[in-house]
């Protein structure tokens, strides 16, 4: 009879402890979209910079419980996806790029064009800068760069083929990488003071994110 007693007695502390984790994750989860919430906020007010520390600071706090790949993929990935937004914002381009691989070392594979479609922001990017700061300005280097840029939007469209932005900037690229081959030096130069792209910012959550 003691042992079933205390067989009893141990099942109930183990459903209490099970119990009490739960509502730990649930408080966490919670305030995670909370903060993540205001960090958007920060963002339309113009605050990139106090965005970006809430984000972080919502990933250390989730990282320190071991709760980042517990949570629901898609929150996850809005979390890392707005970091590396405002980095790549604050011109900050190699963190950036780190960012978007923590996803990738949670996740494995990429399914998701939107990751596709700032890292091939970001290489653009870093090839103008790249062309623009070198001595020698070789175009064969840039052209190979925006062709790598080039194929991960190519990628990131095939994940969302119905994406504007995706489709504006992979367009613009390929324009620019056939005026270095087929524009002369005045046109490349005019063309590289020039180039734009179409910038994603940081996205607030959904009204079902936000429940």
Not at 27 to 51: H, T
Not at 133 to 159: G, I, N
Not at 187 to 211: F, G, H, T, Y
Request: aromatic share 8%.
């Amino acid at each position: 009879m003691a042992k079933k007693t205390s067989s009893y007695n141990t099942i109930k502390l183990f459903a209490g402890v099970v119990l009490l984790l739960v509502a730990v994750v649930g408080l966490l989860y919670g305030s995670m979209l909370r903060e993540m919430s205001r960090a958007a906020n920060d963002y339309r007010q113009g605050d990139a910079e106090g965005a970006l520390k809430r984000y972080e600071t919502v990933e250390q706090r989730l990282r320190s419980f071991g709760a980042m790949r517990i949570i629901p993929a898609r929150d996850r990935q809005d979390l890392l996806l707005n970091e590396a937004r405002l980095l790549y914002t604050l011109a900050r381009y190699d963190e950036a790029g780190e960012r978007l691989d923590r996803e990738t070392e949670i996740a494995g594979l990429i399914s998701d064009g939107r990751f596709l479609l700032l890292r091939g922001n970001i290489a653009f990017r870093k090839a103008i800068i790249n062309f623009s700061e070198s001595p020698f300005r070789e175009v064969s280097v840039l052209e190979e760069q925006l062709l790598a840029a080039e194929d991960t939007l190519r990628d990131s469209l095939r994940l969302n083929p119905d994406d504007w932005d995706t489709k504006y900037n992979y367009e613009f690229i390929n324009y620019v990488r056939k005026q270095l081959t087929e524009g002369d030096e005045g046109d490349m130069k005019l063309l590289m003071e020039n180039v734009r792209i179409k910038d994603i910012p940081p996205q607030a959550l959904s009204p079902e994110q936000q429940k």
